[in-house]
């Protein structure tokens, strides 16, 4: 069934977004800006976001790059305007940003990032914002934002939660930007490919998702990931059993289990 976009999505200036296997591929598409990120930009990322979560042709997603570098941050003249922005004004455009960082942390499905270049500032945001990331070992990765007098704030809420306290600190509080190995060994991202095998790792680790694990308790985990942090734990647990219990009388629940026991491979 071919994937029909709808027509803003074919407008789209700065990303480009296909369907293929059962994956939706998101791409940044500002090579020559290094794919540096401005409200636009932010906006255009929204709504392939969007577009993907209710694609009925896609299960898991991948956000990618063009070019040599994944994604440099915020936009230099992007920068220049928010000088003569007033308070509400930046807090809108904040807001904005946040905005995208929360749907992809919340989205229904797995998102995956392929970083095949260097990846700072907000680009390492949305690095470190996918569930689970790939990278080439010669990206570098850094929130450099303290050294131009400017916080790593929106991104520091979801640090937190992936890397830690210690972690965080020495990333946002220094601004040094690291090497993909060390990005790695603190959790930052996820897996280390080389850049001839990157596109074809990341293609079958997302076919494997796809054909091996069921989409709704993707969903129903990833939602759990992201609430448990923030419940104490009588509060967690009682969530948990909750969810477990109800994962037992669903259909895809009936399905696997009924193939399990009678040691048929199900295809998802």
Known sequence: MENLLTPELEA?????YEAQDRIGYITLNRPDKRNALNADVVTELKQAFEFAENDELVKVIVLRAAGDVFCAGADLAYIQDLQGFGYTDNLEDSTHL???FHQI???KKVVIGQVQGHALAGGCGLAAICDITFAVPEAKFGYTEVKI?????IVSVFLLRRIGEARTKQLLLSGDVVSAQAALDMGLITFLSTKEELAGTVHAYAQRLCRENSGQSMEVTKEMLARLPEMPLEEGLRYAAQRNA???GSEDCRKGIAAFLSKEKISW
């Open 12 to 16: 789209l200036r700065y990303i480009r």
């Open 98 to 100: 946040m905005q995208l």
């Open 105 to 107: 942390y919340t989205l």
């Open 149 to 153: 007098g400017f916080l790593p704030a």
């Open 246 to 248: 109800e994962a037992r």
